[in-house]
T-cell receptor, first 119, second 109 residues
Framework: GAVVSQHPSWVICKSGTSVKIECRSL??????MFWYRQFPKQSLMLMAT?????????EQGVEKDKFLINHASLTLSTLTVTSAHPEDSSFYIC???????????????FGPGTRLLVL | EDQVTQSPEALRLQEGESSSLNCSYT??????LFWYRQDPGKGPEFLFT???AGEEKEKERLKATLTKKESFLHITAPKPEDSATYLC??????????FGAGTRLTVKP
């Protein structure tokens, strides 16, 4: 199997504070990790792609100074929402890529998500 | 531009009533097509990967098929616990996965 965990599962914070979300691949080393956000009844929106030891690649319209991503190891990536505001309230989901045995075939396995509510 | 379109947007079935979900795609060079199941408030759960036209995969009551333009997720004799949103995603380049909007399936007992 391939298990991805996220912590915390939910967080409530005051406007203006920063929140850090951790994403870990528990039983495999992830070549790449991804961060998504999802609004109610909508599909996943990719925010950024991160590779271990290098800077994250952000999707158009995603502020890199607001959503700081650190990919410290092959099993851990963190997303920090800086100076959070109510409009940042959302469901944040990470995923990690696991390569298949044949190589060149990769599957994204998702974490359980983190629900952020900014008051 | 790569596009993924899922239909229907929502589907309500009676328990035992078989049906199919559709995922149409337009990509230049498909590396893989993925199906995920997502329950409310949870992350997507991996179901299948299909790599080439004609490929089929099965898991319990689910069967995924792939052509050059679309994929179908067939649900045979569904149960209420199959209720979820089913997401389709295509990958044309490494580390670049495009998701459809999903199909919300509700199975009534």
């Amino acid at each position: 199997g391939a298990v991805v965990s996220q912590h915390p599962s939910w967080v409530i914070c005051k406007s203006g504070t920063s929140v850090k979300i951790e994403c870990r691949s528990l039983d495999f080393q992830a070549t790449t990790m991804f961060w998504y956000r999802q609004f109610p009844k909508q599909s996943l929106m990719l925010m950024a792609t991160s590779n271990e030891g290098s800077k994250a690649t952000y999707e158009q319209g995603v502020e890199k100074d607001k959503f700081l991503i650190n990919h410290a190891s092959l099993t851990l990536s963190t997303l920090t929402v800086t100076s959070a505001h109510p409009e940042d309230s959302s469901f944040y989901i990470c995923s990690a890529t696991k390569l298949g045995l044949a190589g060149g075939q990769e599957t994204q396995y998702f974490g359980p998500g983190t629900r952020l509510l900014v008051l | 531009e790569d596009q993924v379109t899922q239909s229907p947007e929502a589907l309500r079935l009676q328990e035992g009533e078989s049906s199919s979900l559709n995922c149409s795609y337009t990509v230049s060079g498909l590396r893989g097509l993925f199906w995920y199941r997502q329950d409310p408030g949870k992350g997507p759960e991996f179901l299948f990967t299909l790599y080439s036209a004609g490929e089929e995969k099965e898991k319990e009551r689910l069967k995924a098929t792939l052509t050059k333009k679309e994929s179908f997720l067939h649900i045979t004799a569904p149960k209420p616990e199959d209720s979820a949103t089913y997401l389709c995603a295509v990958q044309a380049r490494m580390n670049d996965m495009r998701f459809g909007a999903g199909t919300r399936l509700t199975v009534k007992p």
